[in-house]
């Protein structure tokens, strides 16, 4: 087992010679200086790079004491946000706890059940929340940067409803807790009119950068997570980065790997895992690179499949279908359970062979297997190992996805800091809704439906 999340590229050889990757180092490094000597495209959002080491202690404090809060009053917590304002904690949350979180009994768990809402608009999603939720002691955090997104604001105005019916104006406003901007938006004014308690997400820090702020570390905290190792392994992982020549640097390696394959004409990047509470990990890196490269008609499409479920599915178009793609496995290198499979007197499944042997062996076998035969398949493999599912090294995880975004996104010549592109269906729909402002776009809209 690593001691470090770590990237490997020796299975890819075939498609990429090594003097190729040496040919990359002077991009990556110019790439890496416009990047932290804050020179490049989109710098006003770069707060991202030193938040591991430089963050806002006071306010870290309040996050784990109003963690507690929700421990001790709460039998839910209702986290609401959408894209960086939700993936991130999710990803998390995940990642760290129990995998059937939710399930599992309140005194073993000794922390609430976590549900996610405004991450869509669907009616049905929400009152099925409201139901689960039922009678019980909840709290909510609201999270939104911009504090104007539709989605979390329609879900907050349904549970803040909820909660005053339940509790009165005075006591609900102690249970809801406003991760946004730390003076603009319409959900810090609401906040300061109602006397939430408020957390902020630094101006500095887009939502796809975020998770490391108030925004993903109230909820994960609430999750009883260890917050503290979480920052100290994003603070490893900031050095392995911004220390670390090219030749020994994971993340500048990723980087550069992943534009040499997309140079070759591999525009398509899938992320597997083979842990399905790995799963959000690959939601929050799909908006991470998604947002940052997918602009002025350029980019890798970020794609994921989670293994070997998806084996059975899209594994035929991964070996078979369009040379399009490269993939990059996420292997967690020990497992945190070790499940053992027992000998039957009869071996009518065929499966003695396998008896003594762990569930974790044939998963690893499966792995090992399927970066070959997908190789073979010309499909370009990589992967980076995760020593252990632990906060430490999701820190670290986090750090070097976030440091090699940044790279990857100078080296294809846009800004990796803004998301122009995601404006277009705000508009329309804006318009269709027949919000003031948008009187004429609503006309030409409605003309074309
Ligand atoms: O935190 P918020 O301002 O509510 O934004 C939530 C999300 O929605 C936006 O539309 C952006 O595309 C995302 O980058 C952002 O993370």
């Not at 300061?192 to 957390?199: A, I, M, S």
């Not at 997570?225 to 390696?253: H, T, V, W």
């Not at 929050?284 to 002025?296: A, I, M, N, R, T």
């Not at 999701?394 to 846009?414: D, K």
Request: proline letters at 3%; hydrophobic letters at 40%; a negative charge.
């Amino acid at each position: 087992m690593g001691t470090k999340v770590t990237f490997d590229f020796s299975k890819a050889a075939g498609f990429i010679r090594e003097h190729e990757v040496q040919a990359f180092e002077g991009i990556a490094d110019a790439a890496k200086e416009v990047l932290v000597s804050r020179s490049g495209l989109g710098s006003d959002y770069l707060g991202w790079i030193d938040l591991p080491v430089d963050y806002d202690k006071e306010e870290f404090d309040r996050i784990k004491k109003a963690a507690a809060k929700i421990q001790s009053d709460s039998e839910v917590l209702v986290v609401i946000g959408i894209g960086g304002s939700y993936l991130g904690a999710r990803a998390a949350i995940e990642f760290l706890r129990h995998g059937f979180y939710n399930n599992i009994k309140k005194d073993q768990r000794k922390t609430p059940e976590i549900y996610y809402a405004g991450n869509s608009i669907s009616s049905s999603y929400l009152q099925g929340l409201i139901d689960v939720v039922g009678d019980r002691d909840f709290s909510v955090n609201i999270i939104s940067k911009s504090g104007t997104t539709t989605e979390p604001a329609i879900a907050f105005r349904v549970f803040k409803e909820m909660l005053e019916k339940k509790y009165g104006k005075a006591e609900a406003a102690k249970r809801i807790y406003a991760t946004t901007d730390k003076a603009k938006g319409a959900l810090k004014h609401l906040a300061d009119e109602e006397g939430y308690q408020t957390f902020v997400v630094p101006d500095d820090v887009g939502g796809r950068f975020s998770v490391l702020t108030a925004v993903g570390l109230l909820p994960i905290a609430a999750s009883g997570a260890d917050i503290d190792e979480l920052m100290k392994g994003a603070a490893s992982g900031r050095e392995l980065a911004l220390n670390k020549p090219f030749a020994e640097n994971d993340a500048m390696q990723y980087a550069a790997v992943r534009n040499i394959l997309h140079r070759k004409g591999k525009s398509v990047e899938i992320l597997a895992n083979y842990e399905p509470s790995l799963h959000y990990v690959s939601e929050w890196w799909k908006q991470l690179y998604g947002e940052s490269e997918g602009k002025d008609q350029k980019g890798i499409y970020p794609a994921s499949v989670d293994l070997t479920t998806d084996l059975h599915s899209m594994g035929q178009f991964i070996q078979d279908g369009s040379r399009i793609m490269f993939e990059t496995v996420l292997n967690v290198e020990k497992s945190r359970v070790e499940l053992t499979i027992g000998e039957e007197p009869v071996d009518l499944d065929g499966l003695n062979y396998l008896a003594g042997k762990t569930v974790d062996f044939v998963n690893k076998s499966a792995m090992n297997g399927t970066i070959l035969a997908h190789t073979d398949g010309n499909v370009p493999n990589l992967r980076v190992d995760i020593p252990e599912q632990n906060e430490y090294y999701l820190g670290q995880l986090f750090y070097f996805f976030e440091f090699a975004c940044g790279i990857s996104g100078y080296v294809s010549g846009v800004n990796p800091f803004n998301q122009p592109g995601v404006e277009s269906y705000k508009k329309n729909m804006f318009a269709l809704l027949g919000k003031p402002g948008y009187e004429k776009e609503r006309e030409e809209l409605l003309k074309r439906l």
